[in-house]
């Protein structure tokens, strides 16, 4: 009697295994973008308390998000046009001055308001007319800041700093989380980073060329330490292959 239930206890846990399984791999597999993943995945980052953290500022207005995890796309009330979000790129703060031999950008401000597009280096490289040095690990998808691709951010100790991501790509999903842990990343960026970040955004969906619209998001981060950060796609494989930047807090 102790032996059959022993069995059937092990075909439960075999069985168990299995449909788990199916149920990771549904949910990470990169080539599948369903829904239902990137519902998931937004929804962990919600429920880590991430969403929490903005409170409704941000340089384009206010958004709603989270409340619910059934809607997707009512997490993302907040769209831009892709046209105004290009114009981004030449709009460089007063406060910021681009170094671009060395791909960098130094702030001098104590508020920092820093617009961030994400895409392909092709589309990355018509728009800026920027050929990014071999460092800037810019051969897939990369970070547009400021006519600079990838761009190493260097940044006061103590500034508040408004990050705006806008998803420029026509077919991939980003986002933009800031962590102290240093590359190379793995294929799944956010399992090593998510339990060590500063801020983030959720994923954001592609962009409509043909409405013209895309999805931005922003959040605020005060850069209290010294020391070096990085920007990161968590999208399972960009920051693998070099969708990241760093931060200098100096
Ligand atoms: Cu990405």
Excluded: W
């Excluded at 809607?71 to 892709?82: N, P, R």
């Excluded at 605020?220 to 990161?232: A, K």
């Amino acid at each position: 009697m102790r032996t059959k239930l022993l069995i059937l206890l092990i075909i439960a846990i075999v069985l168990g295994s299995i449909a788990s399984y199916g149920y990771y791999t549904q949910i990470y597999v990169p080539q599948v973008y369903s829904q239902q993943s990137i519902n998931y995945y937004n929804s962990q980052l919600g429920m880590m308390g991430y969403y929490n953290r903005v409170a409704g500022e941000g340089m384009m207005g206010g958004y709603r998000m989270m409340g619910s995890y059934n809607g997707y796309t009512s997490e993302y009330s907040q769209q831009i046009s892709i046209y105004q979000a290009e114009s981004y790129i030449n709009d460089v703060p007063s406060y910021a001055k681009l170094f671009p031999s060395n791909d960098t950008i130094m702030f001098t401000s104590n508020d920092i308001n820093i617009v961030v597009l994400s895409m392909g280096h092709g589309r990355a490289i018509n728009l800026t007319h920027y050929i990014p040095p071999s460092f800037a690990h810019a051969q897939h998808n990369v970070f547009v800041i400021y006519n600079l691709i990838n761009p190493t951010l260097i940044i006061p100790q103590g500034a508040t700093v408004h990050i705006t991501l806008i998803n420029l790509d026509a077919g991939d999903y980003h986002n933009l989380a800031i962590t102290p842990i240093p590359p190379p990343y793995p294929y799944y960026a956010m399992m090593s980073i998510r339990m060590n970040i500063l801020g983030m955004t959720p994923l954001l969906p592609y962009a409509n060329y043909a409405t013209g619209n895309a999805y931005s998001f922003s959040f605020t981060v005060t850069f209290q330490h010294l020391g070096t950060f990085y920007y990161v796609c968590e999208y399972p494989g960009h920051a693998e292959m070099g969708m990241y930047g760093e931060i200098e807090v100096t």
